[in-house]
């Protein structure tokens, strides 16, 4: 369809200068030869004239694209492209179109002609619709000059840098996580006690242990020592880091899509841990997600809620690209009390790499529904996340 609407738009083309030229040849040798010089001076000149400013144009225009940082997904918002033009001779027609990634829908992605002068920016805006969370790039695809016959078309030189725009993620309630959360939270707090255990016997030999202070509202229940509490008739807290160390991690093993169902399955992975995260933070249990952008990985804390949709912010900007090592090597030589990995591909690199983190403690894997995850059977649990953020345990 495309093909034929070319060839009749070429048809149209050719077809009308044909008659032009065949009028000229007509003024000129039967009916009035001044009028036929003053004919073929048009058709020689008008293309001349309209061709160098048109070449002229697609050298001295800048573009500049602005658009937000990052919004709530299903959020529409609008795609600017600013166009200045140096010096004072007119610009002619422009031909516009916006390149997204599969994280937005335009509103109309068809290709955009206007026209501009020299003595104010052209301000192009496209809407555009955040689909699926993450981070996804707008770039300008096309941006051309086009002369005022329509017969030639010059790309512009200077095209701006494509932005990325970070889509947030939600928040979700997940279903039948209470095993998984009943789990984790038994880990935690065994692991926990032996800690304690660890620090007062290094303090009876007079080294540090455990400094404590009255319980202020706010304070994470996680660091509460009932025992002394207890004793003392009054919530005391440890105010040391000796905890951080058993603090159970996620990992997002989540790479960049290039298809919309793979973008969706991360999705579905992404707010599913996210989903997970509070529920540990509403029972006072602190925790860590670890994922990688810009081939670094990164580690945020988490103790409250307000921590977690603060991660969802910092998360919706990243890429996910990571240095080749789909988990971050640092939890090879750190104490998880659990570590939990959402991935997308549970694959047999995943499984290679996953077997380094045994040594560290409780191991697990979340996936999408339906896909297979036996790469992965040496794991200490599996589950699988559906579409309506139901978990199952496929290894009781």
């Not at 697609?58 to 010096?87: M, N, Q, W």
Request: aromatic letters at 8%.
């Amino acid at each position: 369809m495309k093909r034929l609407s070319a060839l009749l738009e070429h048809s149209k083309l050719y077809f009308g200068l044909l008659m032009m030229f065949g009028m000229a040849y007509a003024f000129t040798n039967y009916l009035d030869g001044d009028i036929g010089v003053v004919v073929w001076s048009f058709l020689l000149l008008a293309p001349l004239i309209s061709v160098l400013l048109s070449y002229r144009a697609c050298r001295h225009i800048t573009a500049k694209l602005d658009s937000p940082v990052y919004l709530a997904k299903g959020r529409h918002f609008t795609a600017k492209v600013i166009l200045t033009a140096e010096g004072r001779l007119p610009v002619p027609f422009l031909r516009f179109r916006l390149g997204t990634a599969l994280n937005f829908v335009p509103d109309d992605p068809r290709i955009v002609q206007s026209a501009m002068t020299a003595e104010q920016p052209l301000e192009i805006p496209s809407g555009l619709t955040a689909q699926y969370a993450g981070c996804g790039e707008i770039s300008v695809q096309e941006l051309a000059v086009s002369d005022y016959l329509g017969w030639f078309r010059f790309p512009v030189k200077s095209l701006p840098n494509p932005v990325r725009v970070g889509v947030i993620p939600e928040i979700p309630s997940l279903s039948n996580a209470t095993v998984m959360l009943h789990t984790v939270s038994n880990i935690v707090l065994t692991m926990d006690d032996e800690e304690e255990e660890t620090s007062s016997a290094f303090s009876a030999q007079s080294m540090p242990g455990y400094v404590h202070r009255d319980y202020i509202p706010g304070d994470s229940l996680k660091r509460i020592n009932w025992k002394m509490s207890a004793k003392r008739q009054k919530l005391m807290v440890r105010t040391d880091e000796a905890t951080a160390t058993v603090r159970p991690a996620v990992i997002l093993d989540l790479q960049p899509e290039t298809t919309e169902t793979a973008l969706k399955r991360r999705e579905i992975i992404l707010e599913g841990a996210l989903g997970f995260l509070i529920l540990l933070v509403r029972q006072g249990i602190p925790c860590t997600i670890r994922f990688a952008s810009e081939t670094v990985w990164k580690t945020l804390l988490l103790e409250n809620e307000d921590d977690v949709r603060n991660a969802a912010v910092e998360i919706a900007t990243a890429d996910f690209l990571h240095d080749g090592n789909r988990i971050d090597t640092e939890m090879t030589h750190e104490k998880s009390a659990a570590c939990l990995i959402y991935t997308s591909r549970p694959d047999e690199e995943l499984a290679v790499q996953a077997s380094a983190l045994k040594d560290s403690g409780y191991v697990g894997a979340v996936f999408p529904a339906g896909t297979d995850a036996a790469a992965l059977s040496g794991l200490d649990a599996l589950w699988s996340l559906g579409e309506d953020f139901t978990m199952q345990n496929l290894k009781k």
